[in-house]
């Protein structure tokens, strides 16, 4: 009968429970990785040097530091090799202590070591700005000298290419070119070569001292800027021997390189072609003499 049917409630779907594929908003990140916080941590240990290597020191500050690192070591038996490690290990230290007067480096080291140990430490420390600024002179040289000796060897080369072409009078012409050319590479050699000795001083060469406390990051004043006034034993040879290359750089000898190259490249080459004459001029002279060769030469290349 209508109505007399029992009611079938219909099976309820299943249920299913879904699993977000993200975090909802507001969770709690992932902790980092082990090798996530090592890398932010050397990262900020890192900025950490680098500020404290820019940031000032008091020159008070540095030779109390300096001094302790003496003292420290004098007790292992090596105080100037832990001064020299100390110096190379933080550039602050070193750039403040050559800011500050040789008078006052001394006066205050050897009242914080003693008048013999401070006298050693100030010579110390003088000694390594020295080697530093003597560095990066040498390194500035060579550059230039390198530069030098590289044009004459491509004038040579472009001078040898074209000697076939050339009739008897020409060639002729060409090889006494060559030799001027060949002797201003040698001058040039022997330039760098004696750079690399001891037997010149900061205040030789003014202008590269001048970059090379610029590179260091040296103020101009204190201990660094004095060693570039540091006196030049052969001024007067100096001065001849830069007149003398003025001279030379002037007139010697170029006729036969500019008939030689003629006009179109004469240009070119001339200027350091007369420097390689000046260059090749050092041969049988008293060692004084030469001293104030180099420095003369040195000087006209820019140093």
Known sequence: MPGTDPIVAANPAPRTNHIPSSPPTG????????????DEATAALT???????????SPE??????????????????????????????????????????????????????VWDGGALAEEIKDHIRARLIDSVRQDAFRRVDQQIGTLQRARAELTARLPEMDAGEQAQAQAALAILDRGIEGYRGLKARLYGNRWSLG??????????????????????????????TADYAHAGEAGIHLLVDGIELGHLAHTFGAASVGAV?????????????IHHAAAEIHAHDVALGRRLGL
């Open 47 to 57: 900025a950490l040097q680098h500020r404290r290597s820019r940031a000032p020191m």
């Open 270 to 282: 001339l200027g350091v072609a007369a420097l390689g004459i000046a260059a090749g001029m050092y």
């Open 204 to 233: 030789d060469f003014q202008r590269a001292g001048e970059r090379a406390m610029l590179s260091n990051g040296f103020a101009a004043r204190g201990v660094a800027w004095e060693l570039l006034t540091e006196s030049d034993r």
């Open 61 to 114: 500050s540095a030779m109390t530091r300096i001094a302790t690192v003496f003292e420290a070591g004098q007790e292992e038996g090596h105080a100037l090799r832990s001064v020299r490690k100390a110096l190379d290990d933080n550039p602050r230290l070193l750039r403040t202590l050559a800011a500050i007067p040789e008078d006052r480096l001394l006066s205050t080291l050897r009242d914080k070591v003693g």
């Open 27 to 38: 969770s709690s990140p992932q902790p980092p990785s082990a090798a996530e916080v090592r």
